[in-house]
């Protein structure tokens, strides 16, 4: 019944949320011995931060319109070039001179929409043919078509690099970091024309036995009986993917939270006092954030729980044991797509040393097709947003793809 508690909360919330803006903005106003005072004013703050925080379960636009592209500003239009039940491969398609380096990001199917790596979809534009995979809540996806598991993700980025033809890139961010390490292998053992060039590994759990972080260790705290009991739900019958057997975006969404409630905290205290100082620039920069943060996705039971024991719990890949549909993943096999791994020195989520695991596992790949970068002064988000994600890790990232692009 976790779902329907949830939805009668989020209801009654909701009907507060328009209320408590009125009454913000009315104190607001410029009263005698009412609305300039600090007080009453910072009050209007907090009722109309609470108005503003509220979690969502659809996907924001990217809003990626124009790009510098050569010193001249581009317009930007989003593509569908290929869509399942279950994603669709955006493409960010520009109007350009000549061709550019054709590169998949790989979104994760972590409780957030793909729109949490607008950042860098916004940065990679600049010199990249950008396409993105953009995985549908599943509470959307009637039962009819069928189940999403591990190996239908894999299935998935191997498909999307076929459309986008030879000669193309990928690069995962996080969760995925295990799925695109696998379809690549598979690629490659196939001899598939498709293997991408190179290979970028971001923050992700290749090893989890490395340096291994609370959410590991929470991961291996409790049998798999656990996670099923206390984190699965039905979605309801009000929704197209009804009895669907889902990780609810909510309980991720908490979860995450949880993780750094003092950082959280302070976030929303400064986001009121910034709409009391009347500083609406801050007020919207933190609000943006948690409008993208708290729109949450659910996962499908049958991608969630096995990712969890085979990758937080068994360590399948580390060990050669990964298999997708029955047939085991060979990292050896790799040994036309150059790899890089990226880490963040401060990353709470993802340890260091996690990710670049990755780059004993590929024996196939010569020394010089490999490189490693450690972001110091950065956590998990930090690697792929942000200041240090523009100006010292995209650098990085850009060299490799422009070297094996020729």
Request: with cysteine; glycine share 6%.
């Amino acid at each position: 019944m976790m779902y329907e508690a949830y939805g009668a909360q989020a209801s009654i919330l909701d009907f507060f949320r328009p209320i408590a803006a009125a009454a913000g903005a009315v104190m607001r106003q410029p009263m005698p011995f009412f609305g300039q005072h600090f007080s009453v004013r910072r009050f209007a703050g907090v009722l109309e931060t609470f108005a503003n925080l509220a979690i969502t379960h659809s996907r924001l636009p990217f809003d990626v319109t124009e790009v510098s592209d050569g010193g001249r500003v581009v317009p930007v239009t989003e593509e569908v070039v290929a869509s399942t039940p279950f994603a669709s491969l955006l493409r960010f398609r520009k109007e350009v001179d000549a061709p550019q380096p054709r590169v998949l990001i790989v979104a994760p199917m972590s409780g957030h929409f793909a729109t949490l790596l607008k950042a860098t979809v916004k940065t990679m534009l600049a010199h990249h043919d950008v396409y993105i995979t953009d995985w549908h809540n599943i509470r959307d996806v009637p039962l009819a078509a069928g189940e999403f598991g591990f190996d239908t993700y894999v299935d998935h980025v191997i498909e999307f690099l076929q459309v986008m033809g030879p000669g193309s890139h990928v690069v995962a961010v996080c969760q995925p970091c295990v799925a695109v390490l696998a379809a690549v292998s598979i690629m490659a053992e196939n001899g598939d024309a498709a293997q991408p060039r190179s290979m970028t590994l971001m923050a992700g759990p290749i090893d989890t036995r490395v340096n291994p972080t609370k959410v590991n260790e929470l991961a291996k705290t409790k049998p798999i009986e656990w996670f099923e009991k206390n984190l699965i739900a039905d979605v309801p019958v009000a929704y197209k993917g009804a009895r669907r057997k889902v990780y609810p975006g909510f309980m991720q969404l908490a979860a995450f939270v949880s993780m750094n409630p003092d950082r959280h905290m302070q976030s929303f205290k400064d986001m009121a006092q910034a709409h009391a100082d009347n500083d609406m620039t801050k007020f919207q920069f933190i609000k943006s954030f948690y409008e993208e943060y708290f729109a949450v996705m659910d996962l499908p039971a049958e991608f969630y729980l096995p990712t969890v024991q085979m990758v937080f719990q068994d360590h399948l890949l580390p060990l050669g044991k990964l298999r997708v549909h029955d047939r085991a993943v060979k990292p050896g096999a790799i040994r036309r797509t150059a790899l890089l791994t990226i880490e963040g020195e401060r990353d709470d989520i993802c340890g260091l040393g996690q990710t670049l695991a990755a780059q004993d596992l590929c024996t196939g790949l010569r020394q010089y097709m490999k490189s490693h970068h450690v972001q110091t002064g950065v956590g998990h988000y930090g690697t792929f947003s942000g200041r240090r994600w523009t100006n010292e890790i995209y650098p990085k990232l850009r060299d490799v793809i422009e070297m094996t692009s020729n």
